[in-house]
């Protein structure tokens, strides 16, 4: 087919032609003052994307899963209490890993599209049993599967407001480098990321920020038996700019040039606001569809992904075929309890307004070939004009502040 594909799942996202020229070199020895530096440069990178200044960023060739693994494993030991949330496929997910580990979980079942209620989570805690506490509180900030963003902030009042030291791991695979993080302010003690989403890289780093009380945890005995995700080898190599294991080399010079673009050229606070100006265009289309947005709270509305519940009697599914097949344009099919009855639209990554414009036209194609409700162009128009009224926004950065000085 000619023309480019649109990925627009919510992940893997799209590589911009600097990330993968960058990338697109000889292999350097990853034991050489080269490479050294490379591991040096990124480290510090991340920590502006994590939102902290004392959190250790841990790399592994490996996957979001991974990542959530190398966790998980540092900190627990086999019997530790844990509390989960459950609100969709991943943070469900949690819980379904913890448990292989031996870990105690205790899951609270939330509906799709639910986010986490504070005031509950504070009456868990202060009922906690004060012989066996809660170790842990395990949050996915996005909700890859529903659309929904967990406000991490809230989550740690209501953890301060029970006075619970559980630690706070929060898997942010769907919004690091898309929504604002603060792993500092919000005292989050461990960040689990991987590299194939808000970082605009193919997948196969899975990343870690680690706070002091975690690595508090881990150097002194804490944790379950060990080798590949073990915290102490890394630390002691990275210090020198080396690694235990062999690293993704070549990912790493990817991810030096993605993180330039992101914390020293357009700058956090601009992708954040760029993240969020596309999301509300995605919205306004759907609304203007006559559809049903997953997530039933709108301050919970995820600026990565977009679930859609479809009309009755229309297979999702049948419908993501269609738009892959005919129109070289991929969308995320529902999963979990939503497979086979929503789509789900990712806005997240390397991405501007006229992509977005591309993944709706081609959505409304897709809807009209298979004689779905929505008329073409409801929600081109709808989303434009979105568009517009951010663009007459008073902005205090990016180009239209420099245009209007
Ligand atoms: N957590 C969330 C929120 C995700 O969206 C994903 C994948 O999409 C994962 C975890 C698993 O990450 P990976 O597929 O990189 O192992």
Redesign the pocket.
């Given at each position: 087919m000619s023309g480019r594909p649109f990925l627009q799942i919510p992940?893997p996202t799209n590589i911009p032609e600097r990330v993968l020229r960058a990338m697109d070199r000889s292999v350097i020895d990853h034991r050489s003052p080269e490479f050294a530096e490379l591991t040096l440069s990124v480290r510090a990178g991340l920590r502006a994307v994590f939102g902290t200044r004392e959190g250790v960023p841990m790399l592994y060739p490996a996957?979001?899963?991974g990542a959530?693994e190398a966790a998980l494993v540092n900190v627990l030991a086999p019997g530790d209490r844990v509390l989960v949330y459950n609100y969709g496929v991943?943070s469900g997910?949690l819980g379904v890993v913890a448990r292989k580990f031996g870990f105690q979980v205790d899951e609270v079942p939330l509906g799709y599209g639910q986010t986490i209620p504070a005031d509950d989570l504070t009456a868990r805690l202060k009922a906690d049993s004060p012989t066996a506490p809660y170790r842990a509180v395990l949050v996915?900030h996005?909700?890859?599967s529903t659309g929904v963003t967990v406000d991490i902030g809230a989550v740690r009042r209501a953890m301060d407001a029970a006075s619970h030291d559980a630690l706070l791991i929060v898997?942010t695979?769907?919004s690091l480098g898309c929504t604002d993080f603060r792993m500092d302010d919000w005292r989050v003690d461990i960040v689990i990321c991987?590299s194939?989403k808000g970082l605009m890289l193919p997948?196969g780093l899975g990343l870690l920020c680690v706070g002091p009380r975690a690595l508090a945890l881990a150097q002194n005995g804490g944790g379950s038996p060990r080798h590949f995700w073990d915290w102490a080898p890394i630390m002691r190599e990275n210090r020198i700019g080396l690694f235990p294991y062999t690293p993704a080399t070549l990912m790493l010079f990817g991810l030096r040039e993605a993180l330039k673009m992101l914390v020293d050229e357009e700058g956090l606070p601009a992708v954040y606001a760029r993240h969020a100006r596309l999301a509300a265009g995605v919205r306004a289309a759907v609304n203007a569809w006559g559809l049903q947005i997953v997530c039933d709270d709108p301050s919970a509305y995820s600026n990565s992904i977009t679930a859609v519940r479809m009309p009755a009697g229309v297979d999702s599914n049948e419908l993501v075929k269609h738009a892959r097949e005919r129109y070289n344009l991929s969308l995320g099919g529902g999963i979990g309890q939503l497979n086979g009855s929503a789509i789900r639209l990712g806005h997240l990554g390397s991405l501007n307004e006229l992509e977005v414009l591309g993944l709706l036209g081609g959505t409304e194609l897709a809807f009209a070939d298979l004689g779905i409700g929505p008329e073409p162009g409801s929600g081109l128009v709808a989303c434009q004009r979105s568009f517009l009224a951010a663009n007459a926004q008073p902005t205090t950065t990016g180009v239209l502040a420099a245009a209007t000085a």
């Open positions: 992940g996957s979001g899963t959530t991943f997910g996915v996005n909700e890859t898997d695979v769907s991987g194939q997948p």
